[in-house]
T-cell receptor, first 115, second 117 residues
Framework: AQTVTQSQPEMSVQEAETVTLSCTYD???????LFWYKQPPSRQMILVIR??????QNATENRFSVNFQKAAKSFSLKISDSQLGDAAMYFC????????????FGTGTRLQVTL | GAVVSQHPSWVICKSGTSVKIECRSL??????MFWYRQFPKQSLMLMAT?????????EQGVEKDKFLINHASLTLSTLTVTSAHPEDSSFYIC?????????????FGPGTRLTVL
């Protein structure tokens, strides 16, 4: 069974600083996608970034970037120049390719941004 | 693009009544829609997967007769909680995905908070 582990229940970062959220996963599949979703207090799940396993290049989306280590099954999220609006729950998620695939979520990391 | 709406955003009902929650993809055709349940301070738990025109596939432990799912069109799925009880109180979230590009990316609705008295 696929599992996604987020070992940091809570993280804190000062405004304008950089923070890295960790995520590891376990799978026997070779082709899959990884995601980071953000859930602010409004509870709307927002897609932050998406990585395709067959691509070696790390995905980047403005201030958000990932460090994808396929052999180590690691998928960390780096947030640069942190802003107050980045405060939220962050969920790492995995899905194998193919129809009828289901997202597997990690337990989440709550990010606090301080002044 | 890729906007998913849910209605209502919150609902309070009496024990024993049924509640219907709608999930719509506003600007794309959703071949597959998913229903999740989220307890406070926890991750999302998948309840069921539905494809347009087909019966929903329920996860283990989810009562299909209690949580009725209908996916009548490529833009609308509904979740009906039948004979609701206080333990059904939760935050319900739907998501939608398309077979187009990019594949396998789910876009989430804003969620519905259900409170059963």
């Amino acid at each position: 069974a696929q599992t996604v582990t987020q070992s940091q229940p809570e993280m804190s970062v000062q405004e304008a600083e950089t923070v890295t959220l960790s995520c590891t996963y376990d799978t026997s599949e070779s082709d899959y996608y990884l995601f980071w979703y953000k859930q602010p207090p409004s509870r709307q799940m927002i897609l932050v970034i998406r990585q395709e396993a067959y691509k070696q290049q790390n995905a980047t989306e403005n201030r958000f970037s990932v460090n994808f280590q396929k052999a180590a099954k690691s998928f960390s999220l780096k947030i640069s120049d942190s802003q107050l609006g980045d405060a939220a729950m962050y969920f790492c998620a995995y899905i194998p390719t193919g129809t009828a695939s289901k997202l597997t979520f990690g337990t989440g990391t709550r990010l606090q941004v301080t002044l | 693009g890729a906007v998913v709406s849910q209605h209502p955003s919150w609902v309070i009902c009496k024990s024993g009544t049924s509640v219907k929650i709608e999930c719509r993809s506003l600007d794309f055709q959703a071949t597959t829609m998913f229903w999740y349940r989220q307890f406070p301070k926890q991750s999302l738990m998948l309840m069921a997967t539905s494809n347009e025109g087909s019966k929903a596939t329920y996860e283990q432990g989810v009562e299909k007769d209690k949580f009725l799912i209908n996916h009548a069109s490529l833009t609308l799925s509904t979740l009906t909680v039948t004979s609701a009880h206080p333990e059904d109180s939760s935050f319900y979230i739907c998501s939608a995905s398309t077979s187009g590009v990019p594949p396998d990316t789910q876009y989430f609705g804003p969620g519905t908070r259900l409170t059963v008295l």
